[in-house]
């Protein structure tokens, strides 16, 4: 099964995956990356001064650029209007 | 070997020693199955080393750890008493050692000794604290605070070198993979830990303590009134 890693990505930094967890197909890392991000910007909201993430970039094992799942697809439409 | 175990370094010398013969040591195996829910417990586990975790399974796939025990306690020994069923599935978490019954043996004995019998129901009302302290836990507190205070239970336990992977600690703990590269990326940062695929060093522990949750130390607590109360509380 192949391989991926989700990073996070801050405004000025980037949480290296050093990990990676494997998934049938990209789509199913995309979904994973949109449940995670949606935890995490919860998390950042819940909390006092915790940055809100970005989006999670998808990568493969040999460092391809895969995908960018981005907050404006897993928030309700209008929340970033102001971004 | 047995006296590394708190339970069986409670009995005396007398009680450990009638035991002794049915007790057997075996090797426990990380992401051995040791019961699955609903089915009868085969033995009753006492640690010597290692972490043996109750999880609860979700439909959707997912699955959460309500209880860790260590050297510090016994696994199976209330089922042993009653009908020998687990209620949820018991996984090694890490690898290590155990004193092993059969468990009517263990039936047999504790229905003649008194302090045995109490033992094990001291221990089950402070397994039954760590259920609830958990519930309470992850209810209210972050996924920060809740790694650090895994991380404490875990140093208590087996040391400051532990063999764990992120998408292990996420099962346990019932969040995503991606929130704990997150929060163990700050603790690092921090000097908490050093992390390098599957391997983490508890660095600070001191610094663990400060950024946990009280949960830890409130069981702590509850083991002391349990198992050390002072004169007056005794029961």
């Known amino acids: ?83 | 070997m047995s006296r590394s175990n708190f339970i069986l370094a409670r009995l005396t010398d007398e009680e450990l020693g009638a035991l002794s013969p049915h007790l057997s040591v075996v090797k426990l195996v990380f992401g051995e199955v040791i019961a699955e829910t609903h089915e009868r417990v085969r033995r009753v586990y006492f640690p010597h080393s290692g972490i043996i975790s109750c999880v609860v399974d979700l439909a959707g796939g997912g699955a959460i750890e309500t209880g860790m025990i260590g050297k510090d306690g016994v696994c199976g020994a209330l089922q042993a008493l009653d009908d020998k069923i687990s209620l949820n599935r018991i996984v090694v978490q890490v690898a290590g050692e155990a004193s092993v019954i059969d468990p009517d043996r263990l039936r047999d004995f504790a229905l003649n000794s008194p302090n045995l019998r109490k033992l094990l129901v001291k221990y089950d009302l402070l397994f039954m604290a760590q259920v609830q302290q958990t519930a309470a836990c992850n209810a209210v507190h972050n996924v920060r605070q809740r790694l650090c205070r895994w991380l404490l239970r875990m140093h208590d336990l087996q040391g400051p070198n532990l063999e764990l992977t992120q998408e292990f600690l996420a099962q346990m703990m019932g969040v995503r993979r991606t929130s704990v590269t997150d929060v163990a990326k700050e603790l690092q940062k921090a000097g908490l830990i050093s992390y390098k695929r599957g391997q983490i060093h508890i660095s600070d522990v001191d610094l663990v303590k400060a950024w946990a949750c009280e949960c830890e130390e409130d069981l702590k607590m509850h083991h002391k009134h349990i198992f050390d109360p002072p004169p007056a509380e005794q029961f």
């Not at chain 1, 405004?11 to 949606?38: N, Q, T, V, W």
């Open chain 1, 1 to 83: 099964m192949p391989h991926y890693l989700l990073h996070i990505e801050y405004l000025d930094e980037r949480i290296i995956d050093e990990e990676g967890a494997e998934f049938a197909s990209l789509d199913l890392a995309r979904s994973e990356a949109m449940a995670a991000l949606r935890e995490l910007f919860a998390a950042a909201v819940l909390s006092e001064g915790k940055p809100v993430p970005r989006s999670i970039s998808i990568y493969n094992e040999t460092a391809e650029h895969l995908a960018n799942v981005g907050l404006e697809l897993v928030l309700p439409k209008g929340v970033l209007t102001d971004w």
